[in-house]
Structures are given as structure tokens and as C-alpha cells.
């Protein structure tokens, strides 16, 4: 089983910036990796922010466009996802998600997508 460990949560006021990281553990080789990073609220479904191939394709939820930015160092098997101008509605548990096998380009940030998902990291955004 893959363990992924998310960092870097924490209280930052509006308009301040915020990387969060996941380490993942190793896994086999495979041309299929993908990882994501979804947020979820108490009370609300998770949703997704920002998702990634190891090819380098993205895909960002439409609230992320501009302000999110996921990318992956393959030689510290690291995940991090880059938040900026951040907005009370920001706050929320940030969760790191990946997977091993194909999947279609349009399901990249549905959590049902994935198998393999991190204990998440809260992150706390005050006007």
C-alpha cells in the first residue's frame, strides 16, 4: 500500500500564500501516475483542486485557476501544491491524493478516482 504524508497546513491571514507537501512512498514503476490535491469542509463533499500526470498535464478546478498550482518533484517523491492570494474560503482539511493506473482525463478531480489518499492537513485562512 502506498502511504502518502501531507504537510505544511496551518493559519495564514487573506492574501497570504501557503505550499502544502506530500511525500509519497515508493510504488511500481508504471506510465500511469497521477496525483491531486482535494479540500474538504466540514458539513461539504470533498472537491478537488488541482490534479496532475506525471507527464506534466494539469487540471485545476475553476475556483484553482491562477491561485493553485500542483507539481511534483520525482526525486524527493514529493507532491506539492503552491496556494496564493489566499481567501477565507480557502479554509479547509487539504488532502493528497494519487493513483496507478489509467484514468480518462475528466475524472481527474473526482475523488472516486483514487485509491490512495493522505490523512490531510488543515489550513486556516482569517480576514
Known amino acids: 500500500q502506498v502511504q502518502l504524508v501531507e504537510s505544511g497546513g496551518g493559519s495564514v491571514q487573506s492574501g497570504g500564500s501557503m505550499r502544502l507537501s506530500c511525500v509519497v512512498s515508493?510504488?511500481?514503476?508504471?506510465?500511469?501516475?497521477?496525483f491531486a490535491w482535494f479540500r474538504q469542509v466540514p458539513g461539504r463533499e470533498r472537491e478537488g483542486v488541482a490534479s496532475?500526470?506525471?507527464?506534466?498535464?494539469?487540471r485545476y478546478a475553476d475556483f484553482g485557476q491562477g491561485r493553485f498550482t500542483i507539481s511534483h518533484d520525482s526525486s524527493e517523491n514529493t507532491v506539492y501544491l503552491q496556494i496564493n492570494n489566499m481567501k477565507p474560503e480557502d479554509t479547509a482539511t487539504y488532502y493528497c491524493?494519487?493513483?496507478?493506473?489509467?484514468?480518462?482525463?475528466?475524472?481527474?478531480?473526482?475523488?472516486?478516482?483514487?485509491?490512495?489518499w493522505g490523512q490531510g492537513t488543515q489550513v486556516t485562512v482569517s480576514s
Open positions: 491524493a494519487a493513483r496507478f493506473s489509467y484514468a480518462q482525463s475528466n475524472s481527474l478531480l473526482s475523488p472516486s478516482t483514487y485509491d490512495n
Open positions: 515508493s510504488y511500481a514503476s508504471t506510465d500511469f501516475v497521477y
Open positions: 496532475m500526470r506525471s507527464s506534466g498535464y494539469t
